[in-house]
């Protein structure tokens, strides 16, 4: 698969099948975020591979989600673009279940630069910028091999970071669930924009 291509397949999934996943193709892809850049070259990242059911569980506990749609979340949601808005009420019910049915979750870890509740700057969280990047590269290497994630930051890190072991200095980026998509599933369409108008020159 070219470049372009996986750039074009590259999609957010929440909705998995339950085939296997070959642990070799992952690490082959989480070496390659490990290709991505970092503010200090020093590429303090970490990526734990959570596939014990009573981990996901656990994860799944440290905050709320939401199984169905609320009457509350169709009132807050009713002024949003009707494209954003019907990506939020196909997403939300998911969130638990994309955690439990997925093969695996990846957990991003990274070093910050400041800790994250002292940071009053873009500068600041340079840290956060780097391990995204690598996040990005983790998924499209993964789309290169068909297998499809969905990036999940949770609200309340410290409870992630209590279960999962992950010291006080470091950060939790994202938990990723990964897997082969469902063979029947409703994709959301992407919002059909005139690039153009978003690419400028010199001054806004």
Known sequence: MDFKQVIINRRTIRDFSDQALDIDEVKDAIKNAFMAPTYDHLKKWYFLII???KQKVKLTQTEEMYERITEEMKVSFKDHDPIARKMYFDAIPKQKRMILEAPLSIVAVYKPKTNIKE???VYDINGFASIWCAIENLLLSL???NIF??????KNTGAVK???GIPDNFEVASIIPIGYKKSEIKEIPQKKLDIDKHIL????
Do not use: Q, S, Y
């Open 51 to 53: 596939d014990d059911e």
């Open 119 to 121: 940071a009053v700057r």
């Open 143 to 145: 789309t290169e091999k």
């Open 149 to 154: 994630g969905v990036t999940f930051i949770p």
């Open 162 to 164: 209590n279960i999962l």
């Open 201 to 204: 020159f010199n001054k806004w």
